[in-house]
Structure formats: structure tokens, C-alpha cells
């Protein structure tokens, strides 16, 4: 499935073809743009819902905004998404202490990120159904209640606390991996750490094992071996 997913670095990020269209694409990058802007921001790279491992954190923090740009078209969302249960949840403690205003700040950046999330999920539910699975995590009940939200309903499920959260959360070393591909102009090293994304998506639960990056392609299994000069994919 990996292949059907990767954007071609040599076309852009708006490469046609793919299970994920070109929209799809285009808010998926969108939304992993400001995920990564609050997740550095000093302000909120504490919070649960952008926090980074800290070498990921600091490479990004230290590079050109070109190299976080790249990290941006990465074909799935940055952050996993979860809804809260549909028989209510209580009162987020962030966005009730009013008194401070950082928390205030804190408080209305994940309302707002929340709810620009929520709409687009929504939409690609209506128009693209599997594709919140695969780009945002979602189970598939998840899924169906996602496409009936309205605006009103997205506004208050964005206060949830548990509603984001940054992916990939036991393989720190991904995120540094995708950090030093970004800030490789070679389109094969960025290909490598897309793949190598994806294919966490679905061994995370399965294989709790550490990711390993290097410049190296890793070689495909027989079963899987595409055409000559095919892309390898690390799993």
C-alpha cells in the first residue's frame, strides 16, 4: 500500500496517481504545516498535543523553514487524531483555567488547530471514505461519526485533550530520521523516510523495534520486489 501513497519528490506534492488525491494531499500538508509551527513554537512545544522528542525538536528548530516544508508533504499526517466517546467527556483543563495567558494561548491554538482538523476529516469522509484511516489513524467507527460532524460539534470536540496527539510516539528515532531526510535534497533519502513512515503505521502495535535510518536503500522481500529500478521501500 506504501506505494500507493508516496508523493513523487521529483513532481511535487500534488503527484496524481495515488490512493490520496491531490486535495487530500494538499490539506494533509496544510495541516502538518501548522501542526510542526505550533510543535516549535516555545510556547506550546510542551504541550501533549505537539510535543516532539527533543532531537527531532531541536534539528527542526535549527533548520531552514525549506527543511520543515519537506517534512510537511510527509503522504499521512504528522499527528494522530482520536474522538473523544460519543457519551461525553469532561471539561479540558487547559482551556477552563482562564487565568494565565499562556494557557489562555494554549487553550484557543488547539481549539483552533482541533477544529480546522476535524473539518477536513470530515470532508474526506464524505468524499474519500478509508482515507481518514490511513492519513489520520482513525478506526473506522471513528470514521463514520467524523462524516456527520457539524461545525457547532467540531468546535466543542476540539477542547477535548485527548483529541491530538504527534505519531509515531514509541519510535523517537523516526522523527529525527525524518529530520535529517529533510534536510537532504536527494529525493531518494526523502522517499526512504515517507516509506519508512508508513510502513510504522502498521508494525507500531505489531514490532516495537527501533527505526533505523541511513542513506542505504534496505532491500524489499522477494515476495514484494517490484520491476527493475523500482523504489525500494523499507518494509
Known amino acids: ?5 508516496l508523493p513523487d519528490p ?14 487530500i494531499r494538499r490539506d494533509i500538508t496544510d495541516l502538518n504545516r501548522l501542526f510542526l509551527e505550533c510543535a516549535l ?6 504541550d501533549a498535543w505537539f510535543r516532539l522528542p527533543e532531537p527531532a525538536f531541536t534539528r527542526f528548530a535549527q533548520a531552514e ?3 520543515r516544508e519537506r517534512a510537511a508533504h510527509s503522504p499521512v499526517a504528522l499527528f ?4 473523544p466517546p460519543e457519551n461525553g467527556f469532561g471539561h479540558d483543563a487547559v482551556a477552563d483555567s482562564v487565568d494565565d495567558n499562556s494557557t489562555m494561548r494554549r487553550a484557543g491554538v488547539r481549539r483552533s488547530f482541533g477544529v480546522a482538523v476535524l473539518q477536513v476529516v470530515r470532508r474526506m469522509a464524505e468524499s474519500t471514505p478509508l482515507s ?3 492519513a489520520f489513524g482513525l478506526p473506522p467507527v471513528a470514521e463514520a461519526r467524523a462524516r456527520t460532524l457539524t461545525l457547532c460539534e ?7 485533550s485527548g483529541l491530538i496527539h504527534p505519531r509515531w510516539p514509541d519510535h523517537a528515532r523516526y522523527w529525527t530520521a525524518l529530520a535529517d531526510a529533510s534536510t537532504n535534497l536527494g529525493g531518494d533519502v526523502m522517499h526512504w523516510a515517507y516509506s519508512a513512515g508508513l510502513c510504522l503505521l502498521g508494525q507500531c502495535e505489531r514490532e516495537p523495534s527501533i527505526v533505523r535510518y541511513g542513506p542505504r536503500r534496505q532491500p524489499r522481500p522477494v515476495h514484494r520486489r517490484g520491476p527493475a529500478g523500482s523504489a525500494d521501500v523499507p518494509c
Open 10 to 23: 521529483a513532481s511535487g506534492p500534488l503527484h496524481g496517481g495515488n490512493l490520496l488525491n491531490a486535495v
Open 80 to 83: 494522530e487524531l482520536e474522538l
Open 65 to 67: 523553514p525549506d527543511v
Open 132 to 134: 481518514p484511516r490511513i
Open 154 to 160: 467540531s468546535y466543542r470536540l476540539a477542547c477535548w
Open 41 to 46: 513554537d516555545p510556547a506550546l512545544s510542551s
Open 1 to 5: 500500500m506504501s506505494e500507493l501513497l
